[in-house]
């Protein structure tokens, strides 16, 4: 058996394409412009990277982004004082801190100060909680784009076997909560997990957001499993992620591809989530599809 492919860059292209028509249509009909401010404090390259793409991505979608890069020595009151002035634009219904952030600053105090409103990376400790408890959310884009599709791919999610391996606050405990929202029976695993391939070829649905190249062997799958690779790794032979691709998608019955997989639908969200939250902060129905 090879696995269907899970094309998450043409699931990403149709979705960024939905959310430009009702940009476009927000502006039409309300003279509203969705806008999403990006900080980058230092001068990390991969983080460069990701915040030009993110910008490109925005004005893609026709919503205003505004960038703003803070010297790598900025004391962190400055980058409080930009959070601040950030909260308080009506122009911004977004606000996404890069991270890593430099040694000197306190990441969760910085996450935390910004309006749970406008998190559109959902790392408050209020969306946290919120998605924890059920109530609406913002949710981080990773997991919410591994959700969209796993429920594009599978339908109703109720009653499957879902191994999440990882309990990073950005990916593994979101993931977990939204598939147990989903109704699925959710396994956390992480590097302490005791008989890990045992767990594995139980799962109907693995996500795995390890950081190790090629971790998820080929004999952990379960037959028919659908498997979701979050992981993003730099090796010699380029990026691969965090399953044993060529392997695995000889028994799976549904795999993502790294690169093209996962990837691209966590920008998609990031759209998705500043469009939901610019509805929100306008009274206006939240366009269908975006949120979980
Ligand atoms: P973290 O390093 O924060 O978390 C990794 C998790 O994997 C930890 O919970 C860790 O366990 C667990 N782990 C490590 N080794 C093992 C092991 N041997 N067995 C079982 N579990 C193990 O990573 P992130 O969650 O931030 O990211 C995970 C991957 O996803 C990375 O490759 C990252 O690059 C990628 N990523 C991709 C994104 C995308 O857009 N596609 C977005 C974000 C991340 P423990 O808690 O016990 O240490």
Not at 6 to 34: M, N, Q, S, W, Y
Not at 92 to 113: C, K, S, T, Y
Request: hydrophobic share 45%; glycine share 10%.
């Amino acid at each position: 058996m090879t696995a269907e492919l899970i094309d998450g860059k043409a699931f990403a292209a149709a979705l960024r394409g939905r959310i430009a028509t009702a940009v476009a249509a927000l502006r039409a009909e309300h003279g509203i412009t969705p806008g999403l401010a990006v900080v980058l404090v230092g001068e990390d390259p991969a983080s460069s990277v990701y915040v030009r793409s993110k910008g490109k991505a925005t004005v893609e979608v026709g919503m205003e982004g505004f960038q703003h890069r803070l010297s790598a020595e900025a004391p962190q009151e400055e980058l409080l004082a930009l959070i601040a002035r950030l909260n308080d634009d009506p122009a911004v219904n977004g606000i996404l801190v890069q991270l890593p952030l430099p040694r000197h600053m306190d990441e969760a105090a910085v996450i935390n100060a910004i309006a749970p409103e406008k998190d559109v990376d959902g790392f408050t400790v209020l969306n946290a909680g919120r998605l924890a408890t059920g109530q609406k959310a913002m949710v981080p884009c990773t997991p919410l784009g591994c959700l969209m599709l796993l429920r594009d791919r599978l339908g109703s999610l109720a009653g499957k076997d879902a191994l999440v391996i990882g309990r990073s606050n950005i990916v593994g405990k979101p993931m977990a909560q939204l598939l147990l929202a989903d109704s699925a029976t959710v396994t956390v695993a992480h590097s302490r997990t005791r008989d890990l391939p045992d767990l594995c070829r139980r799962a109907d649905i693995v996500v795995a957001a390890v950081g190790r190249a090629r971790f998820v062997q080929g004999d952990w799958i379960k037959p028919g499993a659908t498997v979701i690779d979050v992981g993003i790794n730099r090796t010699g032979d380029g990026l691969v992620g965090d399953v044993d691709f060529d392997a695995v998608r000889e028994v799976a019955g549904a795999i993502t591809p790294v690169p093209g997989g996962v990837g691209p639908m966590t920008i998609a969200c990031l759209l998705a989530n500043t469009l939901t939250a610019t509805a929100r902060a306008n009274g206006l129905p939240e366009p269908e599809g975006l949120t979980p």
